[in-house]
């Protein structure tokens, strides 16, 4: 059986670009708004995988089926419906910060917030930093 090639990759598109693109100001500024903490937590500067997701860093996961896969530390997507956040959520003591964070929703690997109004940005600041440590 071949190997299913994965969608969501590194790719050279313009992260400016993506942002400026945004149509929503509130959206552009809070995408703006998270490049910024969380480039400031990996040290990393933001690159876009596939066409609207914007990550920091790389990581070779490996399944418990041996199966690799490159992945950024961190990263976000201003999604139509909200602002999506990729692997910030299952650092250690996230559990606690969730609790201060404020209004959210939350998938398995994902955090999704409205905009940044909703929440605390110095709890949001907090689970992106200890999601980059997490990571590297």
């Not at 500024?29 to 910024?36: F, G, L, Q, R, Y």
């Not at 876009?48 to 399944?63: D, E, K, P, R």
């Amino acid at each position: 059986m071949a190997k299913a090639e994965l969608k969501t990759k590194k790719t050279e598109l313009s992260v400016d670009d993506f942002l400026n693109a945004i149509k929503d100001d509130t959206v552009r500024a809070d995408s703006i708004a998270i490049v910024k903490m969380m480039q400031k937590a990996t040290g990393d500067k933001p690159k876009m995988w596939g066409s609207a997701i914007i990550g920091f860093g790389n990581v070779l996961i490996t399944y418990p089926n041996g199966r690799e896969l490159d992945w950024m530390k961190i990263g976000f997507s201003p999604r139509k419906a909200n602002l999506t956040l990729y692997g910030i959520k299952n650092a250690a003591g996230q559990d606690a910060l969730l609790k201060k964070l404020g209004k959210y929703k939350e998938g398995k690997g994902c955090l999704y917030i409205n905009k940044l109004t909703d929440v605390d940005t110095a709890v949001l600041k907090k689970m992106i930093e200890q999601g980059a440590k997490a990571k590297a």
